[in-house]
């Protein structure tokens, strides 16, 4: 997508490097290389990342227990965050604002936005796919783009949910000082730096917080039915149906070691579904979520004596 000096770019937040910049527009993204079987979000071997790049190398995510941003460190060889080395297997690593981040040979910032994200009026949504999407997951939601304020970047082509090759400063993301989180509310702009937020400190209310996790939540199911849409578009001919059973079998090997464990156990076990309806099936939760959206999934249940069985299938699949 072409920019010029009028156009805006939003994000949750901003990867720059010195020939990249990637506006993260997804509460979880995931670092490293695109394989045949798999793309990623940021593709770090095409940029100059190096022979050292892990396929899934490292994930950056919104933590909703802590209100932050941190960093999943996957990838055997780790990363380096403000020159400090973190290795897999260790607690995500907190991540502010202008951190200096290392993966591979590539050195670019994490960088937040001078503005809320979440607070504030409500824009136009768009949706914008990834570059290598299928129209069964455009169609399920693609790439989510959520409700926030737009930033002015200056000119040049800039990819919105994607990378773009440029080299820019930092000027338009910047620390917010005082604050343990991000996406803090405020429709309005500051005295002081121009944009930048107010320091509400403990002011914050309840309900602003319970809205900003609604909404986070919101991104995450339309994540997971995206990846959903994806999987039965690869598998699934037109008018076949998959068991439910099979699809999460999928699902547990293409995400178990790439999505927040808090993910995983709410659509990929039963562990938060503790009725009789849902024993013996890890999946409850994830064709919970699939019935939300009768308008990209079918489900057909049948049963075989006491046992039920669910299949599933893409609207695009069957008409």
Excluded at 12 to 32: C, H, P, R
Aim: neutral net charge; charged residues 25%.
């Amino acid at each position: 997508m072409g920019a010029t000096s009028s156009d805006v770019e939003a994000g949750f937040a901003k990867l720059q490097g010195e020939d990249f910049e990637y506006y993260m527009q997804t509460y979880s993204i995931i670092l490293g290389r695109n394989s045949k079987k798999s793309n990623v979000d940021v593709d770090l071997s095409s940029l100059g990342g190096g022979m050292n790049i892990s396929r899934h190398h490292a994930r950056i995510f919104y933590d909703f227990s802590r209100r932050r941003f941190a960093l999943e460190v996957i990838g055997k060889n780790g990363c380096l965050v403000e020159g400090v080395l973190h290795l897999p297997g260790n607690p995500p690593v907190k991540l502010d604002s202008q951190d200096l981040l290392q993966i591979g040979d590539k050195e670019f910032y994490f960088l937040l936005p001078v503005r809320s994200i979440l607070g504030g009026p409500v824009g136009p949504r768009h949706y914008v796919g990834h570059g290598s999407s299928v129209p069964a997951a455009a169609a399920a939601g693609g790439a989510i783009v959520p409700a926030h304020y737009n930033y002015h970047v200056g000119s040049g082509p800039a990819g919105a949910g994607s990378v773009g090759k440029k080299g820019r400063g930092r000027e338009y993301y910047e620390e917010e000082e005082g604050y343990d989180g991000y996406g803090y509310g405020g429709a309005g702009g500051s005295s002081g730096k121009a944009g930048a937020l107010e320091k509400k400190g403990d002011g914050r209310s309840r309900i602003d917080r319970d809205s900003d996790n609604q909404q986070l939540l919101q991104l995450e199911e339309k994540d997971v039915v995206s990846s959903v849409a994806t999987v039965l578009s690869d598998l699934c001919g037109p008018g076949e149906w998959m068991p439910m059973e099979k699809l999460h079998a999928e699902l547990m090997e293409q995400f178990r070691n790439v999505w927040h464990h808090s993910r995983v156990r709410r659509y990929l076990t039963s562990e938060d579904w503790p009725g009789p309806e849902s024993k013996g099936k890890p999946w409850y939760g994830l064709l919970m979520l699939l019935r939300k959206y009768p308008e990209h999934f079918v489900i057909n249940t049948r049963s075989k004596g006491r046992v039920t069985l669910e299949f599933v299938s893409l609207v695009s699949l069957l008409s």
